[in-house]
DNA sequence: ATAGTTACCACGACAGACGTAGTACGACAG
DNA sequence: CTGTCGTACTACGTCTGTCGTGGTAACTAT
């Protein structure tokens, strides 16, 4: 099976992140097998990539967290919200998609 | 006019560059503004990106140059050459492509 | 007992893209 | 005859996102 490289997904990581967002709160396990399960084995991502993505973003302001500290066995889980400046950075990021696609198509021979 | 940011084609440049070798050499400058036409000014490549990923690609084993010393004026022009590999290095990052282009869409709202 | 799953974090390394700056020559306008 | 534009690069240091390694901690099944 073959396995997309992060250098190829670079950049669309806070896409991907953020549309799991979009309809409700979420956390860095579940997304992550979220991530596999939709990409069909296709794109695994790593813990830090995808932690360290939730930090930046929350830095940014298009994300938002909460923790819940009443689990079974006193775990914690943190959660992520998408703010409306994360909607409106993921609905431009998603016009930029668009737009990047058909470039790079230009240059796909065949 | 929107433009392409360097985050979302970051790990196409390769593919680009590649793909206007493909059927003769050619050299920076010309590169350049071939991908400014071809994109019809929407991803316009920075001069050190370009220049810095030939130098990769060829360590790599993808591209071999040779200067052009003649030129009118005493001026050189370094022109490169893709390569078996490179054909290859190519044919496998555009079937990545696709991957990687099937599994995004998956997270494009809409 | 111990391996596996859940759930996360810290630290440092790395590679590609970028900003800035510089070289050098020719052509052409003012 | 001075300055700007176009051609054709190169050097150097910085930044950002991803990754590798390793660690914590609790529950769950064998």
């Known amino acids: 099976m073959a396995e997309i490289s992060s250098d190829v997904i670079r950049g669309y ?6 549309f799991l967002l979009l309809n409700s709160p979420s956390y860095g396990y579940e997304i992550s097998k979220q991530i596999r399960t939709m990409s069909e084995d296709k794109y695994i991502i790593k813990e830090t990539t995808l932690y360290s993505a939730f930090t930046r ?8 967290s909460f923790v ?11 959660y992520y919200r998408i703010t409306p400046a994360g909607r409106e950075y993921y609905r431009a990021k998603c016009e930029e998609w668009t737009l990047t696609k058909e470039v790079i198509e230009k240059f796909i021979a065949g």
Chains 1, 2 share one sequence.
């Not at 990581?13 to 953020?18: G, M, R, S």
Request: proline letters at 0%; a negative charge.
């Open 57 to 64: 973003m929350e830095k940014n302001g298009f994300i938002e």
């Open 68 to 78: 819940d500290e009443d689990l079974a066995g006193g775990k914690k889980r943190t």
């Open 13 to 18: 990581n806070d896409i991907i992140i953020l």
